[in-house]
């Protein structure tokens, strides 16, 4: 067990938004956003450094560097655990990884105003090919009740929950499953996936020395990777 308020880089790309956080304990020091399209590889190091510039913060004084594990979009991934790793890497610090659903629901548990919907529920959802998301279900508090799932949504999905209690979907998946369900129990916010939605689970699983193996960490996808083929340049044998 491990008693200290950790100093923690924490780093998000499971999406279209790119971001990184810094915390001390449970506090947010600081945090830089980019939603500029497909740029993770070319941004993530970019305002890494302009954020730990700007709270004159090193990586020397950070105690462990924090990755969202997916799931969520693959290239993404790719690009923040690659990143995450060879700051662990370079600095020997300690890898911690949050599930970038768990984040979405920390989000939501703690920076909306849950006391007029009252959900009996949260579902996070992250936007997948066509109508499918990954998701799973959450207490009003953040704890996980059901396993991440990729989900195809039609009209009848969640139709057992949403019969027993208002449910709230969040997340960029939740935009389009809410031109499906149209259930008057159901609730969409579109909550961005940013880095500081994942400081509650990092600080606890810092203190429970809870660390990923830095050599052998591979994001959690889910589902396997499948390219698409380009119309201009079609496979040829």
Do not use: W
Not at 26 to 41: D, E, F, V, W
Not at 93 to 112: E, F, R
Not at 138 to 159: H, M, N, R
Request: glycine share 6%; charged share 20%; hydrophobic share 40%.
């Amino acid at each position: 067990m491990i008693n200290k308020a950790p100093t923690t880089l924490l780093i998000e790309t499971s999406t279209e938004v790119c971001s990184v956080a810094l915390s001390l304990g449970s506090s947010l020091i600081g945090q830089k956003i980019s939603r500029i399209p497909r740029a993770h590889t070319a941004i993530i190091s970019v305002i890494t450094q302009e954020l730990l510039e700007e709270s004159k913060i090193s990586l020397a004084m950070c105690d462990a560097i924090v990755v969202s594990k997916g799931p969520g979009s693959y290239t993404g991934l790719r690009v923040g655990v690659s990143f995450a790793k060879g700051l662990c890497f370079g600095t020997s610090k300690p890898l911690i990884a949050v599930g970038s659903l768990t984040l979405l629901a920390t989000l939501a548990s703690t920076t909306i105003d849950l006391s007029n919907i009252k959900p009996s529920i949260i579902v996070p959802m992250i936007d997948a090919r066509r109508m499918e998301v990954y998701t799973a279900s959450y207490s009003p508090t953040g704890e996980k009740l059901t396993p991440v799932e990729a989900l195809i949504v039609d009209s009848q999905s969640f139709s057992s929950q949403l019969e027993q209690g208002v449910v709230l979907f969040c997340g960029d998946g939740s935009s389009k499953v809410s031109k499906i369900i149209k259930h008057p129990n159901a609730r969409f916010v579109n909550i961005e996936a940013l880095a500081q939605g994942m400081i509650p689970q990092a600080v606890e699983k810092y203190h429970k020395g809870k660390f990923e193996d830095v050599a052998y960490f591979e994001p959690f996808y889910l589902k396997d990777f499948i390219a698409g083929v380009s119309k201009k340049n079609p496979l040829q044998i």
